[in-house]
C-alpha cells in the first residue's frame, strides 16, 4: 500500500464547476497535511495546509481533514482553465519528511 | 515567488560524470531538504540539513550527497550517475527542522538529463 494515494486523473470539470480532489494516507499519525499546485515543467507551489479535522477555507479553495477515515480532500470552487494543472497531497512522516502522492492532473474545460 | 533560488536550472550530464546542483534558501529559514522528481511521479525525499548537518535522509544510496553552508544555503552532489537519475531536483526551505508541521517552500528546480 502507497503512503499517500491519490487518483491520477485526468480529472475533467467543465469552467465554474466545483473540482473535487481526493487523498487518503496510510500513517495514523500523521498530524500535518498539504494540497500543492505544479503546472506542468514547474515545480510544486503551495496551495493550502491542514491540521485539524473539518474544513479549511481560503478564497476559492478548501481543504478537508478526516484523520478517522485518513482522508484529505481540496475543492476548488468556480473552477477556472488556470486552475488546470496537477495537485500533489503530501503529509508529513515524523517530524520533516514530506511524503507526496503521484498527483491528480485536474483539466478544466473552458 | 518564494525566495528560494536552484542553479542550474537545466543540465545534461554523461552516464558516470558528478553532478553539483545549488540552492539558497528562503530569508529567514534555517532548514533545507531536497526532493526528486521524476516524470509523472510526486517528490520524494532525498535529505534534510539543519544547522549544517543531514538530520533525515530518504532510501537513496549513498552517492547522492549533500552540504548546508553557514548560510543555509545547500548544495546536492550525486556521483556515479546512472540514467535513472534524470529527474527535477527541487530544494525547499522551512523554518526549523525540529518540529512538526513545518511548510516547505520549493524552488524552481533543477532539470538533470543523464544520458
Known amino acids: 500500500q502507497k503512503e499517500v494515494e491519490q487518483n491520477s486523473g485526468p480529472l475533467s470539470v467543465p469552467e465554474g464547476a466545483i473540482a473535487s480532489l481526493n487523498c487518503t494516507y496510510s500513517?495514523?499519525?500523521?498530524?500535518?497535511f498539504f494540497w500543492y499546485r505544479q503546472y506542468s515543467g514547474k515545480s510544486p507551489e503551495l496551495i493550502m495546509s491542514?491540521?485539524?479535522?473539518g474544513d479549511k477555507e481560503d478564497g476559492r479553495f478548501t481543504a478537508q481533514l478526516n484523520k478517522a477515515s485518513q482522508y484529505v480532500s481540496l475543492l476548488i470552487r468556480d473552477s477556472q482553465p488556470s486552475d488546470s494543472a496537477t495537485y500533489l497531497c503530501?503529509?508529513?512522516?515524523?517530524?520533516?519528511?514530506?511524503?507526496f502522492g503521484t498527483g491528480t492532473r485536474l483539466k478544466v474545460l473552458a | 515567488e518564494t525566495g528560494v533560488t536552484q542553479s542550474p536550472t537545466h543540465l545534461i550530464k554523461t552516464r558516470g560524470q558528478q553532478v553539483t546542483l545549488r540552492c539558497s534558501s528562503q530569508?529567514?529559514?534555517?532548514?533545507v531538504s531536497w526532493y526528486q522528481q521524476a516524470l509523472g511521479q510526486g517528490p520524494q525525499f532525498i535529505f534534510q540539513?539543519?544547522?549544517?548537518?543531514?538530520?533525515g535522509r530518504g532510501n537513496f544510496p549513498p552517492r547522492f550527497s549533500g552540504l548546508q553552508f553557514p548560510n543555509y544555503s545547500s548544495e546536492l552532489n550525486v556521483n556515479a550517475l546512472e540514467l535513472d537519475d534524470s529527474a527535477l531536483y527541487l530544494c525547499?526551505?522551512?523554518?526549523?527542522?525540529?518540529?512538526?508541521?513545518?511548510?516547505?517552500?520549493f524552488g524552481e528546480g533543477s532539470w538533470l538529463t543523464v544520458v
Open positions: 525547499a526551505s522551512s523554518f526549523s527542522g525540529l518540529s512538526s508541521g513545518n511548510t516547505i517552500y
Open positions: 500513517d495514523r499519525v500523521s498530524q500535518s
Open positions: 491542514i491540521y485539524s479535522n
Open positions: 503530501a503529509v508529513i512522516s515524523g517530524t520533516y519528511k514530506y511524503i
Open positions: 530569508s529567514g529559514h534555517n532548514t
Open positions: 540539513y539543519y544547522r549544517e548537518e543531514e538530520n
